[in-house]
């Protein structure tokens, strides 16, 4: 994982959804597939904003550029999520947690559930 990329802005965001979810397409594909209207000219140049960041990358295809995710969606929201956690609580997901369930936004059973789950990641010592 890299470091951490800088913030999405609302329409950059609505279309590296669209690529997150399709997978690789072109600025036409991504046009046909927005739910408003946008010129041609707007979708390429926030898809030229989403390589400056290091959201996306693009080949040629065909005479047009094929634009792909460098990282996946959930890789992304992982790399934002630690940068919360270490500029508010001092690296401690412990408190993001505690933070969490005091603010009723996660029940003590989700967090059991979610335990459960990532016992397959965790090598025993």
């Known amino acids: 994982m890299t470091k951490t990329l800088p913030p999405l802005g609302d329409l950059e965001h609505e279309i590296a959804n669209l690529i997150w979810t399709h997978g690789p397409m072109t600025a036409a594909a991504v046009r046909k597939l927005l739910p408003r209207p946008l010129k041609d000219p707007t979708i390429r140049t926030v898809l030229r904003r989403l390589e400056e960041k290091g ?12 634009y792909y995710a460098t990282e996946t ?10 940068g919360i956690v ?4 001092g690296g401690s997901m412990e408190d993001v947690l505690v933070g969490m369930v ?8 989700q967090l059991q ?3 459960g789950k990532m016992k397959k990641f965790v090598k025993p010592r």
């Open 55 to 66: 959201y996306f990358k693009h080949k040629v295809e065909h005479g047009a550029f094929m």
């Open 102 to 109: 005091k603010a009723a936004l996660i029940e003590p059973a």
């Open 73 to 82: 969606r959930e890789q992304i929201a992982v790399q934002q999520v630690k």
């Open 113 to 115: 559930t979610i335990a």
């Open 86 to 89: 270490d500029r508010f609580c």
